[in-house]
């Protein structure tokens, strides 16, 4: 008897299990069953932009709070996490399904939506005035109309596009994974010129694919590749002015500082470095403790100190360097979360850990704002936390899991639903009355 009760129970422990997993499954966890990245970020106006999971946020940068989700109601195997393209009339961002959605700035509600059909988004989009640029990870190049949506002009290239174009003068300059920069046109998408072309000189290793946005000034642009190499590439010319060795990959993008004519990038060793603009000699270095990815950010603490902060994978995992020497202008901290600890499938408590930062800072007045990734264990919630720009304190977190449950809660006030309004629900009841049936039948049987 105790044998025949032990099994039911156990049947019973793995129904109400198997519908908890369904029903966690339906409830917008996305993120967790699809390719996910790190959040996208863009402060635009009063508001900060982040793509992360299966939403997409404005934040009020004052308080972390959300002004509005986009979609409302999560869709599963949605996910997002490039960031946010923006303009006063129009957000545009992009899944890692195959869709391109028009956002209205005021309340996130769609616009227009374009869907590529054939592949998925990875790289974000460039806003243009008549036009918006983006590509798929197939290697096409869409120029979109900005009010419609529609397609105005296509360009194949010969491999995949992983980054987002960069829009300057009437012009599109985009990298690829097939070690092409391409150029092109961008009222009417004819190609003006690629680099490189193949010809590189036979003691200078063959350029490698390319993930980051390039970066343009005074007629140069200034690019990364996974061959371990930064190059200057003349537009006038379309040839290389120098070029600088690092000491792995190169992922994000360069940025200039005008004030000292020098370039400052960093590759996937934490190599951080500042370059001469006019031969690329180095002015100074810096070793992170972890993998750069998100592109340096140039700003000027309230003593006038020209900056750069810089997000690694890494302790710590947020620098704040002199631009003029590469010393820190403020002591490096580590933004940290919980970590749950598991034996097997077992919780077996928390712990506080370093959080990687892949994603580009942002900052305000005031603010630095960090997104984090959630990785592994790490699920507490917390993507977006603000630190004060000249002490590091911690001001807000912006927590994606509370925002969905405040959101949960609301819709569940406004609009009570049954238990029976959900086909797991059903199921589950079923499930069980038949076990009660087959119990209480074979009860009988026994008297």
């Given at each position: 008897m105790i044998t025949q009760r032990l099994k039911i129970y156990l049947l019973l422990v793995l129904l109400l299990t198997l519908a908890a997993v369904f029903t966690s499954g339906c409830s917008g966890s996305a993120a967790l069953l699809s390719d996910s990245g790190w959040p996208?970020?863009?402060?635009?106006?009063?508001?900060?932009?982040?793509?992360?999971?299966?939403?997409?946020?404005?934040?009020?940068?004052?308080?972390?709070?959300?002004?509005?989700?986009?979609?409302?109601?999560?869709?599963?195997?949605?996910?997002?996490?490039?960031?946010?393209?923006?303009?006063?009339?129009?957000?545009?961002?992009?899944?890692?399904?195959?869709?391109?959605?028009?956002?209205?700035?005021?309340?996130?509600?769609?616009?227009?939506?374009?869907?590529?059909?054939?592949?998925?988004?990875?790289?974000?989009?460039?806003?243009?005035?008549?036009?918006?640029?983006?590509?798929?990870?197939?290697?096409?190049?869409?120029?979109?109309?900005?009010?419609?949506?529609?397609?105005?002009?296509?360009?194949?290239?010969?491999?995949?596009?992983?980054?987002?174009?960069?829009?300057?003068?009437?012009?599109?300059?985009?990298?690829?994974?097939?070690?092409?920069?391409?150029?092109?046109?961008?009222?009417?998408?004819?190609?003006?010129?690629?680099?490189?072309?193949?010809?590189?000189?036979?003691?200078?290793?063959?350029?490698?694919?390319?993930?980051?946005?390039?970066?343009?000034?005074?007629?140069?642009?200034?690019?990364?590749?996974?061959?371990?190499?930064?190059?200057?590439?003349?537009?006038?010319?379309?040839?290389?002015?120098?070029?600088?060795?690092?000491?792995?990959?190169?992922?994000?993008?360069?940025?200039?500082?005008?004030?000292?004519?020098?370039?400052?990038?960093?590759?996937l060793d934490g190599h951080i470095f500042a370059l001469t603009l006019e031969d690329g000699t180095p002015i100074w270095t810096y070793d992170a403790s972890g993998p750069v990815v998100g592109a340096p950010l140039l700003d000027e603490l309230a003593n006038g100190t020209s900056v750069v902060y810089l997000t690694c994978d890494g302790d710590p995992n947020l620098l704040v360097l002199k631009t003029s020497d590469g010393e820190a202008a403020i002591r490096p901290v580590t933004v940290q979360a919980e970590f749950t600890t598991k034996f097997l499938f077992f919780n077996t408590g928390e712990n506080t850990r370093p959080v990687p930062i892949f994603a580009s800072p942002v900052s305000t007045a005031d603010l630095l704002i960090v997104g984090v990734h959630q990785l592994g264990a790490n699920q507490s919630g917390d993507i977006l936390y603000a630190l004060d720009r000249e002490s590091l304190q911690e001001e807000w977190r912006f927590n994606q899991k509370t925002y969905e449950r405040q959101e949960t809660e609301e819709q569940e006030q406004e609009e009570p639903t049954s238990f029976f309004s959900s086909p797991i629900n059903i199921l589950l009841f079923i499930s069980i009355t038949l076990l009660m049936f087959t119990l209480f039948g074979r009860g009988r049987r026994q008297q």
């Amino acid at each position: 008897m105790i044998t025949q009760r032990l099994k039911i129970y156990l049947l019973l422990v793995l129904l109400l299990t198997l519908a908890a997993v369904f029903t966690s499954g339906c409830s917008g966890s996305a993120a967790l069953l699809s390719d996910s990245g790190w959040p996208g970020i863009n402060l635009f106006n009063d508001s900060v932009y982040v793509a992360y999971g299966s939403q997409v946020y404005a934040i009020d940068p004052r308080n972390g709070e959300a002004q509005w989700a986009f979609p409302e109601e999560p869709v599963n195997g949605q996910t997002f996490f490039t960031p946010p393209a923006a303009s006063d009339d129009v957000i545009v961002v992009t899944d890692y399904r195959d869709s391109l959605f028009a956002l209205n700035p005021a309340d996130g509600t769609q616009q227009w939506v374009f869907k590529s059909e054939d592949s998925h988004f990875i790289g974000g989009a460039a806003i243009g005035e008549d036009f918006i640029y983006a590509a798929t990870e197939d290697g096409a190049i869409h120029a979109l109309d900005r009010e419609t949506g529609l397609v105005e002009w296509s360009y194949e290239t010969n491999g995949s596009i992983w980054s987002t174009p960069l829009l300057a003068d009437g012009v599109l300059y985009i990298t690829a994974l097939d070690r092409r920069l391409y150029v092109l046109d961008a009222e009417t998408g004819t190609l003006s010129w690629q680099f490189s072309d193949g010809e590189e000189a036979s003691d200078s290793p063959p350029i490698g694919p390319m993930v980051g946005t390039p970066t343009l000034y005074e007629g140069v642009l200034y690019f990364g590749s996974f061959n371990n190499r930064v190059y200057a590439v003349s537009t006038e010319t379309r040839g290389v002015l120098w070029t600088y060795d690092t000491t792995n990959w190169v992922w994000s993008s360069p940025v200039i500082d005008e004030s000292n004519k020098q370039l400052i990038g960093a590759d996937l060793d934490g190599h951080i470095f500042a370059l001469t603009l006019e031969d690329g000699t180095p002015i100074w270095t810096y070793d992170a403790s972890g993998p750069v990815v998100g592109a340096p950010l140039l700003d000027e603490l309230a003593n006038g100190t020209s900056v750069v902060y810089l997000t690694c994978d890494g302790d710590p995992n947020l620098l704040v360097l002199k631009t003029s020497d590469g010393e820190a202008a403020i002591r490096p901290v580590t933004v940290q979360a919980e970590f749950t600890t598991k034996f097997l499938f077992f919780n077996t408590g928390e712990n506080t850990r370093p959080v990687p930062i892949f994603a580009s800072p942002v900052s305000t007045a005031d603010l630095l704002i960090v997104g984090v990734h959630q990785l592994g264990a790490n699920q507490s919630g917390d993507i977006l936390y603000a630190l004060d720009r000249e002490s590091l304190q911690e001001e807000w977190r912006f927590n994606q899991k509370t925002y969905e449950r405040q959101e949960t809660e609301e819709q569940e006030q406004e609009e009570p639903t049954s238990f029976f309004s959900s086909p797991i629900n059903i199921l589950l009841f079923i499930s069980i009355t038949l076990l009660m049936f087959t119990l209480f039948g074979r009860g009988r049987r026994q008297q």
